[in-house]
């Protein structure tokens, strides 16, 4: 099985004081999930394990980082990689939930 980071140049466009960084919002957080819960409103119990863009892009200031667990980072990248793949679809193509029903064959115009 294959690295999260396979074939991604997002490693190479972290900043260079990227481990002082995440280890700072990490401590911020006191270690712990700040994924908000839709059930309860409270925020995850789980022990934070990685420092996530809150809006996704190169945005490295501190108000843009926040600490999940491994399971909500994974929900959230999920998510995002999901909008970001439904934006650069074209509206009506192949994909897309906004394009023209087929006509019936038998329809004559």
Not at 4 to 20: I, K, M, Q
Not at 24 to 45: F, H, K, L, V
Not at 78 to 83: A, E, F, I, K, M
Request: hydrophobic share 30%; proline share 7%; charged share 25%.
């Amino acid at each position: 099985m294959g690295q999260a980071w396979e074939g991604s140049d997002r490693r190479a466009r972290l900043p260079r004081n990227w481990v002082t960084l995440r280890r700072s919002i990490m401590q911020r957080a006191g270690w712990q999930c700040e994924w908000m819960r839709a059930d309860t409103g409270q925020r995850c119990p789980e022990v934070a394990s990685d420092c996530d863009h809150v809006i996704p892009g190169d945005d490295h200031s501190p108000s843009n980082l926040q600490a999940l667990c491994s399971y909500h980072h994974g929900v959230k990248s999920g998510r995002d990689g999901g909008l970001a793949a439904a934006a650069g679809r074209k509206p009506g193509g192949r994909y897309s939930r906004l394009r023209k029903p087929p006509e019936h064959p038998g329809y004559v115009a």
